[in-house]
């Protein structure tokens, strides 16, 4: 089931389409507010978070006439060949390295 063309198809009819996408981002913000408590908390709303986000950018990028998938696209092409290495947890790009 391709559910990014049913979230398109959904936000279509309800005109959220020809939304501000200001709005969107406010509430792009919001969905993330709810992730990290959902994370947390360690609570099962951790999907439902992750989903409504994925919503609210399909819609994004509808009210602002471009494809999430080529959004997704682009991310990946940046990311595909990158290295560098983990430091406390969190990945950071070569070029971002200290020197040593």
């Not at 471009?66 to 969190?90: P, T």
């Amino acid at each position: 089931m391709n559910y990014t063309k049913l979230i398109r198809d959904w936000a279509r009819e309800r005109g959220l389409n020809k939304a501000n996408p200001d709005k969107q981002i406010i509430k792009l913000a919001e969905e993330h507010g709810e992730l990290a408590e959902a994370y947390i908390k360690g609570t099962p709303e951790l999907m439902d978070a992750i989903g409504d986000m994925y919503v609210v950018m399909t819609i994004l990028c509808l009210q602002l006439d471009i494809k999430i998938e080529d959004c997704i696209e682009l991310a990946y092409n940046e990311i595909r060949d990158r290295n560098g290495k983990m430091i406390d947890g969190v990945f950071v790009k070569e070029n971002d390295l200290p020197k040593e």
